[in-house]
């Protein structure tokens, strides 16, 4: 196992050896984003000769000393002044222009000036802005648009530049399908590959795809050899682990040299390096966020190198985490994170861990990175984060931490089409777990529907208990139907709390602290039965959708949720209760713009119009202050 330092520097080592890519000359309009291969001098002037600079007329500025308010001068069109244009070329023997405003018309066939022109005013000189023969960019240079104006105005038609780094990637496993094909269980559809492609493109190189290689050692090895002599990089997708099938590493090995197998990565830790005829070969785990995180890593140097270009490098900012982060000690870690400023201070609030969660790095705005040495992070650390988004972007979110609903989902995208600019960011960590961020001030607002079984009443017992000196305000976001989710047709012919015990019964929960959690339990406990006696009560998920897909998928027959959940994947619906879900809104950020501008939105016809298509809402308190404390 090595370092992520020491795969990095075997990498880099082994590109010296290797040439730059070689060279091709295009049009230069056609040169956006490709890097220079030499310095380019401009082979004209810009302007390429003298032009008028204003709407008015040339003058010859010696003739129009003696005007001034007091003594007005007249000038004959065509001999003395002339009627030009912005841009146009100024004629010969007059050497300035007098705006057009400046000017009054007294006679036919003649003009009034009140001030005299000095010479080459509004005026714009042969090579004013460029000069023949002057550098216009530099080599190694990824071009601009602003560059590619300069080069066009500059008469610079050709460009050479470096040719674009060409990289293949060849996705491995006989379980692996292209996109579009039909899929079967057991199919596994190959979308790392055109997720990283896009990583190519953004660094200057082309993406090509290979078809599905099977696990079968000679094809793969025939498929790596063709791919070496036609490529600059060759990324194998999977097949770097310890697995049986897994013969990437041990191919490399035997056709060129194996520069590392494993790196101290999270995610990412199968990674494999090497040279194969020359070209870097890498071996990416199949697990999309290790892939893309050792693809990041590593792929990044090799095409900087091919194209004579230094590294892109991410901006970073520093992050407080609100809560303790466990991790491996030894081993780098590259945290997805939610990030907003909240407080003043910029939070980080981690995603889903898994090195599947690709639904992690679309929500990620950045990578928060856990030192080697270290065993996670305690609580209020500040860490360094590489920001994945626009740093405005950041200042433009307001973060909600708690309770997952669909109807969050929607407020998220009509807030983006308001015009105020904020942008909504959910983490689902359940109604407790979001009471317990407003405690540790790690969001700006927390969704919640928590039942307390002695009073009967919702979310106001537990605001009092976790939060009992944090002045804040609930506000309802909306009613929701809950209940049993089954298959289409209700096979286990399930009716209640009471069929759960039923030993053809299997059950999905939901995590601790969340408020259908706690809903669940007051139901068994009103009907006298025991957790321990359903099967699969401890098996845990972190969202209504997610026990739909569980129970689509057959891992489990039933599972409590709301029923716009079960209705968005086809799943029959059992109701047993109906709960508030409301938005608890700490004073100090009420008067925040953006969670003004997420009521705002909630308020909307068009949100609450959606919200009702969704299935089992009920609005009729949706926006009201319900407690405040």
Not at 82 to 94: H, R, S
């Amino acid at each position: 196992m090595s370092t992520v330092e020491e795969a990095r520097e075997r990498l880099i080592a082994a590109l010296t050896a290797l040439p730059r890519g070689s060279v091709e000359t295009i049009p230069a309009a056609a040169a956006l984003g490709r890097v220079t291969a030499a310095p380019t001098f401009a082979r004209g002037c810009s302007p390429h000769y003298c032009a008028a600079a204003m709407d008015g007329f040339a003058v010859k500025s010696d003739l129009t000393t003696r005007a001034t308010e007091t003594s007005p001068l007249t000038l004959r069109l065509s001999e003395d002044a002339v009627p030009v244009n912005t841009g146009e070329l100024m004629p010969e023997g007059f050497d300035a222009v007098i705006m057009i405003e400046d000017v009054h018309r007294p006679v036919a066939g003649a003009i009034e000036i009140m001030a005299a022109a000095s010479p080459w005013q509004h005026v714009r000189l042969l090579g004013e802005d460029i000069v023949a023969t002057e550098l216009i960019v530099p080599r190694g240079r990824r071009l601009t648009p602003a560059d590619l104006g300069a080069l066009i105005a500059s008469q610079v038609a050709e460009i050479s530049v470096v040719r674009r780094p060409s990289v293949a990637f060849v996705p491995t496993g006989s379980e692996v399908i292209r996109p579009g094909d039909p899929v079967r269980p057991g199919d596994v559809i190959d979308y790392n590959s055109y997720m990283l492609s896009g990583l190519v493109e953004e660094w200057g190189g082309v993406a090509t795809t290979e078809p599905p290689t099977p696990d079968d050692p000679d094809a793969l090895r025939n498929t790596l050899l063709q791919a070496v002599e036609r490529h600059d990089l060759v990324a194998l997708i999977a097949g770097s682990s310890a697995g049986t099938h897994d013969f990437v590493p041990g191919l490399i090995e035997e056709l060129g040299e194996l520069l590392c197998h494993g790196v101290r990565l999270a995610p990412g830790k199968p990674t494999a390096l090497g040279i194969v005829g020359g070209t870097p070969v890498l071996g990416v785990p199949g697990y999309s966020v290790a892939a893309w995180t050792a693809f990041d890593l590593f792929a990044k140097p090799v095409l900087s190198r091919l194209q004579g270009v230094a590294e892109p490098q991410r901006v970073t900012v520093d992050a407080r985490v609100r809560r303790k982060v466990f991790s491996k000690s030894g081993t780098r870690e590259y945290l997805r994170v939610r990030l907003a400023r909240v407080g003043g201070e910029l939070v980080a609030s981690p995603l889903k861990r898994g090195s599947s969660a690709i639904s992690s790095l679309v929500q990620a705005e950045g990578l928060a990175i856990v030192p080697d040495m270290d065993e996670g992070l305690d609580p209020d650390t500040a860490v360094r984060v590489e920001l994945l988004v626009p740093p405005d972007e950041v200042e433009r979110t307001v973060l909600a931490v708690g309770s997952h609903d669909l109807a969050l989902d929607l407020l998220a995208c009509h807030l983006a089409d308001s015009p105020g600019g904020a942008r909504l960011a959910s983490a689902h960590v359940g109604s407790l777990g979001g009471l317990r961020a407003l405690a540790q001030r790690e969001a700006h607002f927390a969704g919640t529907h928590l039942l307390d079984p002695e009073t009967d009443e919702y979310n106001v017992p537990y605001i009092r208990r976790v939060l009992p000196d944090i002045p804040l305000k609930l506000v309802n976001l909306a009613y929701r139907e809950v209940g049993l989710m089954v298959l289409p047709g209700n096979p286990r012919g399930i009716g209640s709390v009471g069929d759960l015990p039923r030993e053809d019964v299997v059950f999905i929960n939901r995590q601790r602290g969340a408020g259908t959690r706690v809903l669940l339990d007051d139901l068994l406990d009103t009907a006298g039965i025991a957790p321990e006696s359903i099967s699969g009560y401890g098996r845990e998920v972190t969202t209504h959708t997610m026990v739909a897909a569980a129970i689509l998928g057959g891992a489990a027959d039933t599972g409590l949720g709301i029923r716009a959940a079960a209705a968005a994947l086809g799943l029959d619906f059992v109701p047993l209760a109906s709960e508030r879900y409301d938005l608890a809104i700490p004073a100090e950020h009420a008067a925040h713009p953006g969670v003004q501008q997420v009521l705002a939105a909630a308020a909307t016809d068009g949100f609450r119009q959606a919200v009702l298509a969704l299935g089992g809402y009920d609005l009729r308190d949706s926006g009201r202050t319900l407690y405040e404390q």
